[in-house]
């Protein structure tokens, strides 16, 4: 069965940068794109990104342009998301997600708390 | 970029009543090639990562009951819950997946 498993929580000071990882499991890696979505607490989901990771082809939300890189292991399977020159304002829940065969997000990983603290 | 704004922010339904979530997007989201509105509903519950339920704005995800339908076309669209469930009890988010980014709506809590 298709699973996407994320790291564990972080705590990073203003200013840092975080690397989230999303390991993958139960299907072929390259097949499907690899989208990030962000939650902060009582509020709603927010799409981040995209990665083709065959290509490697990214497309990112505008207003994380230059803060977000997404790239890629495909020896292991796994995606990541760098989000630099982190704010208070970042604290959030951070998902991965894999889309389905028609670009909807069909699989998620268990979410990944991020919190960004002084 | 295409912005989706879903009404209400918020609604309680009784048991057994219909629940009615619109979503509407910025400019269409219909591709004239294949005639597919590529629009998505999902529903969130506490403590968990969304589940997809409906793909081209009215198919059902498999396993997902017959009382939740989307319909709409273009820039307008709405999930209708027929018949509401205690365990329908979630935030309700639209998507856009027609391009680059793939903006959500701001949700929909449905509560009884």
Known sequence: QVQLVQSGAE???????????CKTSGYTFTNYD??????????????MARMNPNSGETGYAQKFQGRVTMTR??????????LSSLRSEDTAVYYCGRDSEIATIKYWGQGTPVTVSS | ??????SPDSL??????????????????????NNKNYLAWYQQKPGQPPK??????STRESGVPDRFSGSGSGTD???????????DVAVYYCQQYYNTPRAFGQGTKVEI
């Open chain 1, 11 to 21: 705590v990073k000071k203003p200013g840092a940068s975080v690397k989230v990882s």
């Open chain 1, 34 to 47: 690899i989208n990030w979505v962000r939650q902060a607490t009582g509020q709603g989901l927010e799409w």
């Open chain 1, 73 to 82: 292991d495909t020896s292991i399977s796994t995606a990541y998301m760098e």
């Open chain 2, 1 to 6: 970029d295409i912005v989706v704004t879903q």
């Open chain 2, 12 to 33: 309680a339904v009784s048991l057994g009543e219909r629940a009615t979530i619109n979503c509407k997007s910025s400019q269409s989201v219909l591709y004239s090639s």
């Open chain 2, 52 to 57: 997809l339920l409906i793909y081209w704005a």
């Open chain 2, 77 to 87: 669209f709405t999930l209708t819950i027929s018949s509401l469930q205690a365990e």
